[in-house]
Nanobody
Framework: QVQLVESGGGLVQAGGSLRLSCAAS????????MGWFRQPPGKEREFVAG????????NYADSVKGRFTISRDNAKNTVYLQMNSLNPEDTAAYYC???????????????????WGQGTQVTVSS
């Protein structure tokens, strides 16, 4: 079982930026599509961004397009989420997740992901 450890969350003012990182254990990281999800207080977990195992494809929720960028460094077993122009609606616990099977495409459904990190809190003040 893979271990996913997120970092980089924190408190930031509206308009600011943060970069989240998700470090994965294991030697097969480069075979798996990865995703970032978030769960605002009192709401369901929602898709934020995904990146294919090859890094050739990315996908974003409409609410973050143009502001967030997902990337990965397979040599470091790490996936990143660069978040710019943050607003209070971005406040949430952010989770990275690994797709269930190797060499599969991006899914915006959390049920398509088997392994999850513990989450990192992002709070944006107005």
């Amino acid at each position: 079982q893979v271990q996913l450890v997120e970092s980089g969350g924190g408190l930031v003012q509206a308009g600011g930026s943060l970069r989240l990182s998700c470090a994965a254990s294991g030697r097969t990281f480069s075979s798996y599509t990865m995703g970032w999800f978030r769960q605002p207080p009192g709401k369901e977990r929602e898709f934020v961004a995904g990146i294919s195992w090859s890094a050739r494809s990315t996908n974003y929720a409409d609410s973050v397009k143009g502001r967030f960028t997902i990337s990965r460094d397979n040599a470091k077993n790490t996936v990143y989420l660069q978040m710019n122009s943050l607003n209070p609606e971005d406040t949430a616990a952010y989770y990275c997740a690994r797709r269930r099977a190797v060499f599969t495409g991006i899914s915006d459904d959390p049920r398509g992901y088997d392994d999850w990190g513990q989450g990192t809190q992002v709070t944006v003040s107005s």
